[in-house]
């Protein structure tokens, strides 16, 4: 387990684990379990087998997806399994020509959903004042977020992969009309399901390192720069392992924030958003 553990950090951080840290992960009960594992070996998978999945897959997903904490437990998220080969193809453009959503056998399509509430308050004859409010449109993003990340947590350590796709938010209201959402409702993203390709394997790819994420007492950005430094000269190497251009990840950062063509078209977000029932005050 040390030598995994080692191999995993080493992946992730491209750095050697220290031995002090070693020592204390090699003992502690949070680095030691067989979740940990699973979650330092994600990796976004983008190379799908046209295999079908076992029975009770997308079952077992949304149980671990509904199992995930839920704010007030208002559950306002919901999900839509899409495993007809056309309409995934259809989304496959939709999203932005993934190729990966035609080919993995199940799309999700997680959706933040506040309308089961506002039915459920219509039906009790009651008003839903809250649900116009900006607070209940986070509310229902968080929820959707975490629950769809236990789905990809319970999926991958058991040999499925995954890709989610933020290319749904390219067309929110066709994505809303095809899949006949009622008003309070937003497709936020979609997730592709499937066996990965042992041909074309994903590799774990390094994130930032840790003093730039985790601050102790109060946040401290005084090493950052000196950090992204080392995570441009990583993420360089890890590029160029995988065939990819060099690029520094700062720069593309920059890039992608500098202005509003960054976000592909998704500039009118909430307009988008109002159209689709969000009042969002
Ligand atoms: C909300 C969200 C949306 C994403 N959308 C896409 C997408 O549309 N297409 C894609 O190929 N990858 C997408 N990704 C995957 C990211 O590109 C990927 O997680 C990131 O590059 C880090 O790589 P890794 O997941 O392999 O560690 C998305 C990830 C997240 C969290």
Not at 41 to 63: K, Q
Request: net charge negative; glycine share 6%; hydrophobic share 45%.
């Amino acid at each position: 387990m040390t030598d995994r553990l080692s191999s995993l950090w080493q992946q992730r951080y491209r750095t050697l684990l220290p031995e002090a840290l070693a020592e204390a992960l090699t003992s502690n009960p949070v680095s030691q379990s067989a979740v940990f594992d699973a979650l330092l070996a994600h990796r976004s998978v983008r190379a799908y087998l046209p295999d079908t999945l076992p029975e009770g897959t997308i079952e077992a997903a949304i149980a671990a997806a509904q199992s995930a904490a839920s704010s007030s437990n208002l559950q306002c998220w919901s999900v839509i399994a899409v495993e007809d080969p056309v309409r995934r193809a259809r989304f496959a453009a939709l999203c932005g020509n993934q190729e990966h959503i035609a080919t993995a056998p199940v799309f999700l399509v997680w959706v933040a959903d506040l309308s089961r509430l506002q039915r459920l308050a219509i039906r009790a004859g009651e008003t839903h004042e809250a649900l116009d409010y900006a607070e209940s449109f986070l509310i229902a993003t968080i929820d959707t977020a975490l629950a769809a990340q236990n789905a990809v947590s319970a999926l991958e350590a058991a040999g499925l992969g995954t890709v989610y796709i933020g290319g749904l938010r390219n067309h929110p209201e066709e994505i809303a009309e095809k899949l006949t959402l009622p008003e309070g409702c937003v497709g936020l993203f979609g997730l592709c399901v499937g066996y990965p390709d042992p041909e074309k394997p994903a590799s774990i790819k390094p994130r930032l390192p840790q003093q730039a994420v985790l601050h102790r007492e109060h946040y401290d950005a005084s090493t950052e720069a000196e950090c992204i430094a080392t995570y441009d000269a990583l993420d360089d190497a890890f590029q160029k392992e995988q065939g990819l251009p060099p690029r520094r990840w700062s720069e593309t950062m920059v890039r992608r924030i500098a202005t509003k063509a960054g976000l592909h078209g998704r500039d009118t977000m909430l307009a988008s958003l109002r159209a689709l029932g969000f009042r969002l005050k």
